[in-house]
């Protein structure tokens, strides 16, 4: 099997060389690049074309999700895995819905790692099982979640709409159609609701 040409994009510069490292070492990827912001990758993307992007979803400026969505539509010949620290579904569908080939934990053992990577770079789809269906009786559609878990971590309208790359005023309107739908009578009360349901 050829080795795999790979790109590494994390803002956390030790976690960057770490990777480096177990994948250099397992003598099936070599490591062309790393960059520590979706900007600059994507200007490396538009005169180099490599077999596969692992790719940190929190990042300053372009979050994961957006960058892979660009290079999806400029890039499609290229595979696409976003790491994250936490198991957050809702950004694993996400992430699925805008191209991503694979949605892997940072804290997973190295070698399902490198195994999960290598199945990606086989063409097939490395996600959580419980990513690919929706909340079983959510009354809140995907983005209406993704946006609770936000004001969960106490992030401001403003905030929310920076992340996610959306108005304030829809960051707004989706708060109160939230609060609405679950029949709570303010953002506090919501949030109790969406933690007894198991939404958040």
């Known amino acids: 099997m050829e080795v795999i040409k790979t790109i590494l994009v994390d803002d956390h510069i030790l ?8 994948l250099t070492e397992s003598n099936q990827f070599n490591i062309l690049k790393k960059f520590h912001n979706g900007k600059n990758l994507l200007e490396y993307l538009t005169t180099e ?7 940190d979803i929190e990042m300053p400026g372009l979050n994961g999700l957006d960058v892979v969505k660009r290079i ?6 290229v595979k696409v895995v976003l790491l994250s620290m ?7 569908r ?6 991503a080939c694979g949605f892997l934990n940072k804290s997973m053992d190295s070698l399902l790692l490198i195994e999960s990577l290598l199945q990606v770079s086989q063409g097939k789809k490395v996600f959580p099982i419980i990513s690919q269906h929706a909340q079983p009786d959510s009354p809140l559609s995907e983005r209406e979640i993704m946006i609770l878990k936000l004001v969960s971590r106490g992030l401001t309208n403003e905030s929310i709409s920076q992340e996610l790359k959306i108005s304030p005023l829809t960051v707004k309107s989706h708060r109160k ?18 933690f007894e349901r198991g939404l958040i």
């Open 94 to 99: 996400e992430a699925l819905a805008q191209g």
């Open 86 to 92: 936490h198991d957050e579904n809702i950004y694993a």
């Open 15 to 22: 976690f960057c060389e770490g990777l480096e490292r177990l």
């Open 49 to 55: 074309t490599p077999d596969l992007v692992i790719l």
């Open 72 to 77: 999806t539509l400029s890039k499609p010949s």
């Open 177 to 194: 159609n939230m609060i609405q739908k679950l029949k709570a009578k303010n953002s506090a009360e919501l949030l109790m609701k969406a």
